[in-house]
């Protein structure tokens, strides 16, 4: 069954990675075919009171309860990026 159709929509993006890293912004994720859907993300990031502005497109397919992410723009479109799988404790960003 597939769930990253739960999570078609608009999301903020709000991360601490330590004191002098954080990350905001906002994140897309919509469908582009019947079994992928795209991520779009624009987030600011904080380095150490530096700014850095950045934007990335992805792919997701989902392929028995696995999300596998893949690169949609430049030199590494459609190389892999990540696989999360459900049943690994690892991948607890995954927790539908």
């Given at each position: ?10 999301w ?41 502005l950045?934007?990335?497109?992805f ?38």
């Amino acid at each position: 069954m597939s769930k990253i159709k739960y999570l078609k929509g608009n999301w903020i993006v709000k991360k601490t990675i330590d004191k002098n890293t954080s990350i905001k912004g906002r994140c897309f994720i919509k469908n582009i075919s019947e079994h992928y859907y795209e991520l779009k993300e624009d987030v600011k990031t904080k380095i150490n009171n530096q700014l850095i502005l950045g934007h990335q497109l992805f792919k997701i397919f989902e392929l028995r309860n696995n999300l596998i992410f893949y690169y949609n723009t430049g030199q590494l479109k459609n190389n892999l990026l990540y696989k999360f799988e459900r049943k690994k404790k690892l991948s607890v960003i995954f927790l539908l």
